[in-house]
């Protein structure tokens, strides 16, 4: 009987500190000012109910709360705005106290040099040397040509009849892409590495053994000695590569001179940001194509135009990408309803007004631009896997998509990934025919996935 006593007593002992402490931490932040919402745990606020729910938790708090709340996620004290017009406006307004806010972890794995992190005179000068990288003239001239080699290369082999898992085929794809570098051992290497690195960025950032972040930070520090001894190399053999590390390389008329440690944090980032969205984009197009067939049949239609004017052996062209002016709606579809990226982070620099709350100095802002995909105001009949709404440009320009961000944030990678999509499409669907196998489970929170793969069987095209 006294046991359960003792064990009664140590129930009610336990609720109490853990009342307590959520009691004090709601004390903590009660400051004039702040919007409503809840703060959760001490240090790790409301992190886990955040990664477990997502959206859930987003439209729960949404729902309590109103559009513009406060909650502590990703080891820090953050303002949700779900507002769209509050989030234009943070977007395009940098300079009136509003700097990115990454969290710690990715900081600390991406570089304090890479462009998300930096800001001012450093974020133009960065963002100018990447640009240059990705301009228009280098799509056509450079890098679509290699695009197009690659394409034909990596979907050669998938007509053999067996089952292939599509989400770890676009993964290397968008990788063996992104690295850009010509050598193979570096890949094989590289590839391993960075899957760990990707991992670390969406962790709490607790130096632990075992721990995503700790895994990260030493892939980090193990890309870092690759690609050092890549750069040595370049330089004591002087021969000009014409890939995107060696454009940053480039000392000779470029006025976006960078320094090594730049250079390589600039490098992780192209493959950090190219690779997420390129795989992810890749996989659901083909997923929302097979399971909406009027979509598929148009951009076969669309593609089997484009390859009616070639020979065989021809490969895309700028003016056939110009073309392709559903397969860019595609994307676009894609990229919505999916939702591969939920938002962006901001951090105030100064204590400032905002949506009429003062927020103070050092908060972060999660400018959560999910919603905005999925407001049938913008997007009627919005669940629907519908590209035709696109051939409309309104809608691509409209000032609510922020599919690629916005302002001076935009990303700078994005016409070259649709165009690493676009030919990535025309090859599979001018070739292949494929079904699913298995029904496979897809996740969309906090990163699109198939949990345990999305599995195909492809056959030729007839």
Known sequence: MAVYLFL?????????????????NEVRYMKKGLPPGTMGWPVVGETTEFLKQGPNFMKNQSARYGSFFKSHILGCPTI?????????????????G?????????????????IAAVHGASHKHLRGALLSLVSPTMIRDQLLPKIDRFMRSHLACWDDGSIIDLQDKTKQMALLMQIGIDSSSISQEFIPEFFKLVLGTLSLPIDLPGTNYRRGFQARKNILGMLRKLIEERRASREAHNDMLGGLMRSDDNKYKLNDEEIIDQIITIMYSGYETVSTTSMMAVKYLHDNPSVLHELRKEHLGIRAKKRPEDPIEWEDLKAMRFTRAVIFETSRLATVVNGVLRKTTKDMELNGFLIPKGWRIYVYTREINYNPRLYPDTLAFNPWRWLDKSVECHNYNLIFGGG???????????????????????????????GDK?????????PNGLHIRVSPQC
């Open 8 to 24: 009664a007593l140590g129930v009610v002992l336990v609720l109490c500190v853990c009342t307590a402490l959520l009691r004090w």
């Open 80 to 96: 949700v705005s779900m507002d769209p017009e509050v989030n234009r406006y943070i977007l395009m307004n940098e300079a009136k």
């Open 98 to 114: 509003l700097v990115p806010g990454y969290p710690q972890s990715m900081l600390d794995i991406l570089g304090e040099c890479n």
């Open 408 to 438: 001076t944030r935009q990303c700078p990678g994005k016409e070259l990934g649709i165009a690493e999509i676009s030919t990535f499409l025309h090859y599979f669907v001018t070739r292949y025919r494929w079904e699913e196998i298995g």
């Open 442 to 450: 897809l996740m969309k929170f906090p990163r699109v996935e198939a």
